[in-house]
């Protein structure tokens, strides 16, 4: 089951609102139906946020390759401020819009068409170099994992989150693929329970021993000695090591921590924003009252309640034991050990 799939020059994005109990494709033709589903969260996780907006440029790209190459290349200004306005915490999301735009800019003696067509392959690029890097990452990872290890993890850090294969569950898949008999416990992930719809659903389709927890219970497993590892995906990594991701991952590392439990985070360097010198600088999303004040069109709080409904949190690199990226592992990471990996 693939997040994003490309058809004869549209994209096809998995709607995620509706997993586990139906699998539809939403179907976009511009860049502002890619905006828009990325901001309502038919497509969500980092990279496949990111993948998602390449394609996004690549559809502005062939919406305007009947002008003049410098009026395609404002048109791409205006996609990249659109694409990049959907969601503020994910990296990658500018990243990936970034790279398309420094692109499409280099490429001075094409044609329209012809950057409407360059472009598309950049997108295919990206989304094909996105499942290599989650499958070298899950490489890497697997050494961390013991044979028999009993796995936390938090929100959905998988094939859904990425163009294939996914950053934390890549590990685990890379550890099973090795017969490591490895069993995962997945947090519901409140509110909005990327954990129990999509991370539940992903590993039981491969048959992974799974077992659904409420986030509140991570504590109580811990304390009774059955949690071996936890290990968790990323939406920005600030130059110091601090780590965006789900709200509630904070908790987990703080548990982690008091249970000297190792705390491991799997992220692609695409998730590094080395210009914030710490997770402080991060802008942390906030959503919808509404993901509070109801569960599944049920109203569960009274009306007219105060709500407070930040989408991330952020772990400060004190309490994370590693970061697994594709180019190696980041032991006991810090500002000295992040600058040392991006300059050997
Ligand atoms: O709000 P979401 O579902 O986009 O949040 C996703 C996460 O927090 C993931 O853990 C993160 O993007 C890493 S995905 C490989």
Redesign the pocket.
């Known amino acids: 089951m693939s997040a994003i799939r490309v058809t004869e020059g549209k994209i096809e994005l998995l709607d995620q609102r509706k997993l586990p109990t139906e699998i539809t494709y939403m179907v976009c033709t511009s860049w502002q139906d890619v905006a828009t589903a990325i901001k309502d ?1 038919v497509v ?6 990111g993948a998602a907006a390449a394609y996004g440029m690549a559809l502005a790209a062939k919406a305007l390759q009947h002008l003049e190459p410098q009026s395609l290349l404002a048109g791409l200004e205006e996609a990249a401020l659109g694409l990049k306005a959907t ?1 503020p915490t ?1 990296v ?1 999301l500018a990243w990936a819009v970034e790279r398309m735009l420094h692109f499409a800019r280099k490429q001075n003696t094409a044609s329209a068409v012809q950057l409407a067509e360059l472009l598309w392959a950049e997108a295919d690029k990206i989304a094909a170099e996105d499942v290599e890097t989650n499958k070298k990452i899950g490489q890497y990872g697997a050494q961390l994992i013991p044979p028999k290890a009993r796995i936390l993890t ?5 094939a859904l ?2 163009v294939g294969y ?3 569950l890549g590990v685990i898949r890379s550890a099973v693929a090795q017969g490591k008999e490895i069993s995962v416990f997945v947090d519901e992930t409140r509110p ?1 329970l ?1 954990g129990s719809r999509l991370t539940a659903w992903e590993l039981q389709q491969e048959q992974i021993p799974t077992t659904l927890i409420a986030d509140n219970m991570a504590g109580f497993l811990m304390q009774k000695g059955e949690i071996d590892l936890v290990i ?4 920005r990594i600030a130059a110091n090591g601090d780590v965006a ?2 709200i509630g ?1 904070y908790s987990l590392a703080v548990l982690a921590q008091a249970h000297k439990i190792p705390f491991y985070v ?2 692609p360097l695409s ?1 590094f924003d080395l210009q914030l010198s710490s997770g402080q600088e991060i802008p942390i ?1 906030e959503r919808s009252a509404q993901e509070l004040t109801h569960f599944a069109g049920v109203q569960i709080a009274p009306t007219g309640i105060k709500c407070y409904n930040p ?2 949190d952020v772990t400060p690199a004190a309490l994370v034991t590693a970061i697994i990226t594709e180019a190696g592992i980041i032991k006991n990471p810090d500002t000295e050990t992040i600058k040392k990996f991006f300059t050997e």
Request: some cysteine; charged content about 15%.
């Open positions: 969260m969500r996780g980092a990279p496949a946020i969601r994910a990658n938090h929100c959905n850090a998988g989150a990425t996914g950053t934390a909005y990327q968790v995906g990323a939406d991701n789900k991952t799997a992220a998730t999303e989408a991330f």
